[in-house]
């Protein structure tokens, strides 16, 4: 089968090769990946930037269908449409495993950097670790479930989007034009979203249609200043930073309003990053942060999307894995929505 592999450790090393096709033990299910969707979690694993143990083969978002099934699989069937928790070889038995939390297990070995992932024909999957698609969700629609089941969990069930709330998205990427969709599912009475000048042709416009009450250009308008303006200097309820730059980090303390809440989606791309500590401190906010996703999003995330919210504007692009090159490249600039291999 044709697959995209982080072959050895560094800079780039990303070849499309033949791998074999992959062997299930009894508790696994074989799927024929439909689509897989590009994160900037693999650019920095392209750039060095981020755990991974190679050779692997790259991809963590994805949808497909069940194609084999193992002797002591008894829940799932071949033929069933399916996506899966990126959560595999979680030990299960440490604090983090039994208090629910197996996204932050230290075992823990997701598809894609820990172990063999979705950009390839085919990808084998623990059982447990499944959910079944929607009857009327597409298998593009569907291949956004992870990065969705992110935002349920960090915006929706961690800080909590209350009726009424005037939130910020800072960053109109993928993760931020999910939030703003969700946030106004959610009952958010105005959502801002703030973003620099590349984004005017195409990320702009994409918030714009999934519901941003405002949109401020960080080239042509200072976005402090017109937070302040729009909450009448009380500023944003929830401030969801999904940038990871150290400028829309500042930003998230500078517009949250006192006892407010910041959510953080963004990877940073650098360990350490400058943080206004005492203006945090003295607005009394709360700051949460989030590593992948929990169980409890993954079926809040589906129900969403099977039919109370659309997520087709955000999908940009669909390449084959023959153009990782220029997938990876379209991601990297940040100028795109989702970027999905279809197989």
Known sequence: MKALVKTAKGRDFIELKEAPRPNINAKEVLIAVKFAGVCTTDIHI??????????????????????EIGEEVKDWKIGERVVGEPHTLACGECFLCRTGNIQICEHKRSPGWGIDGAFA?????????????????????????????????????????????????????????LSTILCKASGASRVAVIGTGSAEEIRFSIARQVGADHIINTSQEDPIDVIARLSGGRGADLVVETSGSP???????ETVRKLGRIASIGFAAQDQVPLPWNKAMYKNCQITFTMSSSYSSWGRALALIDGRIDLKPVITDILSI??????????????????LFRF
């Open 121 to 177: 024909e085919f990808l084998r999957m623990p059982k447990h670790l499944l959910h079944k698609i929607p009857e009327n969700v597409t298998f593009e629609e569907a291949a956004l479930a992870e990065p969705t089941a992110v935002v349920v969990y960090e915006v929706l069930e961690r800080s909590r989007v209350e009726p009424g709330d005037f939130v910020v998205i800072i960053g109109p990427g993928p993760l931020g034009l």
């Open 247 to 253: 400028s829309g980090i500042n930003c998230s303390v």
């Open 322 to 339: 023959e153009e990782w090159e220029e997938a990876f490249e379209r991601v990297a600039a940040r100028k795109r929505g989702k970027v």
């Open 46 to 67: 392209q750039h060095d930037r981020f755990p991974y143990w190679p050779p692997v083969i790259m991809g963590h978002e994805f949808s497909g269908e069940i194609v």
